[in-house]
């Protein structure tokens, strides 16, 4: 039943990474939030069908393709110097496994405070979009595809710099 998940996300990861060099990380997690979104208020609200899951479950996956991976390693080396890029990737790294293990035990609490079974997973979905909508709408803060270039440059010209 996650095939349309993990499918989706190999077809999507590859656009993604494409439209990152294009438009910018701002695009691309604004574009990726908000599908993630729909995909989970899908999940969340028409998913008792079979093919409505399926389909549900292929939106999802091209949601979390555009934030997972690519672009968020994209935002995090245009950030910092290049001398800690290397400890900025460790820490994204931590940072994802963290939200990865919190996230689990949250939608647990949730599905199971929801009294378990399809009622449960619903609000959880709902829970899922809402928490989506909000990173929607915190990725509007991203800085823009010319104020990441000029970042970019500035710390290629740091690194340039003789020390």
Do not use: C
């Not at 979104?37 to 999940?43: D, E, N, S």
């Not at 460790?90 to 990865?100: N, P, V």
């Not at 609490?109 to 959880?124: K, L």
């Amino acid at each position: 039943m996650l095939m349309p998940v993990v499918l989706a996300m190999s077809v999507g990861s590859p656009m993604a990474g494409r439209y990152l060099d294009r438009l910018g990380s701002k695009a691309v997690i604004l574009a990726g939030a908000a599908t993630l979104t729909v995909g989970m208020l899908l999940l969340g609200l028409v998913s008792q069908s079979l093919p409505l899951f399926i389909l549900a479950g292929a939106v999802v996956g091209l949601g979390l393709s555009a934030l997972l991976g690519a672009p968020m390693r994209y935002i995090m080396l245009n950030e910092v110097p290049s001398q800690d890029r290397g400890a900025a990737q460790g820490m994204l790294t931590i940072f994802t496994g963290i939200g990865q293990l919190m996230s689990g035990a949250a939608i647990g609490a949730v599905v199971a405070s929801s009294g378990g079974g399809i009622g449960g997973y619903r609000t959880a979905y709902l829970v899922v979009a809402a928490v989506a909508l909000a990173m929607t709408l915190l990725g509007l803060g991203l800085k823009s595809r010319a104020a990441e270039m000029e970042a970019a440059r500035a710390h290629a010209a740091d690194a340039a710099r003789p020390a």
